[in-house]
């Protein structure tokens, strides 16, 4: 679930499904500007709300495992899992951010915000967000994958339970 919950808010191709249902939502909320680049940039923001409320069953259930994972796997666990957390966080800032027609005023915060936004841009090995999603994805596999690989070879070993 969580594996499929940043691609899907920070996917840089937004369908039209998306652009109509955040256009209806603000028109429902009283909040559809009356100038076209109002508009256009509202509805993005609230397409990408809309992304980030449909993530919240994945960012609650992460925030739900930390006292475990610490209890089980140790302070680090815990903070990789709060640090991977904080990145829906900072995901919302930058929308919200980009609702605000003085970005556009500040190329290089437009360009931070549109890196923090969109997966793979401007590439790969350059987006700093991919980067923080994908160190803290490699930490919890390190720390919880061997440990489960055991206790799953145990419990093979151990035969049958009746």
Known sequence: MLGEAYPQVRNPLMRG???IAAEEKLKEDDL???????QKRLTLTQAYLNRLNSASLARVALQDCQPMARALFGPELENAIETLGRQFHIIRIYVEANADEEVDKDQDFKRQIRETLYEGVPSEDRNTMDATIAAQVVRIEDICLPQLRAAGRKRRDAGPSV
């Open 17 to 19: 499904n998306e652009h």
């Open 32 to 38: 559809w500007p009356t100038s076209k680049g109002d």
